[in-house]
């Protein structure tokens, strides 16, 4: 895993426990950082929903991109991956149809903007989440 002092990179499988991998390398690479509490929270949380969707409607292959902006505070996530797959991820063809939708919600409330960028290689999901806590 790539770490420098205000970016890290690294390759996630492509299985439900990609999840619960990149919050902990997010976690650690938070508490380095000295991201507020608060805001670490928020931040876990867009990376969960930016992967849970990156492994739930995309291909292989999945990488994970974080990088501390000095410029406004926040925190860029970036989760790569191979285009959109042929056929739902196993949770998402196990849930009622009125279950979906929720995470891009959650990523709307918590980031101050996000997007997607198309390439050759697939696509690149991504937000910008405040990287000090809103309430001070």
Not at 95 to 123: F, K, M, P, S
């Amino acid at each position: 895993m790539p770490l420098t002092d205000h970016h890290t990179s690294c390759r996630l499988a492509h299985r439900p426990e990609a999840v619960r991998h990149a919050r902990q390398i997010v976690g650690s690479v938070l508490r380095r950082w000295q991201v507020a509490e608060d805001a670490a929270a928020s931040v876990l949380l867009v990376v969960s929903e930016l992967v849970t969707n990156a492994v739930e409607h995309a291909q292989p292959p999945l990488a994970l991109n974080v990088l501390l902006e000095y410029t406004g505070r926040r925190v860029w996530v970036g989760i790569t991956d191979g285009g959109p797959a042929a056929r739902q991820g196993a949770w998402a063809a196990s849930c009622a149809q009125d279950e979906h939708g929720r995470g891009l919600a959650i990523v709307d409330t918590l980031a101050t903007a996000h997007g997607t960028r198309r390439h050759r290689q697939g696509a690149t999901h991504w937000a910008r989440v405040p990287a000090v806590d809103q309430t001070t």
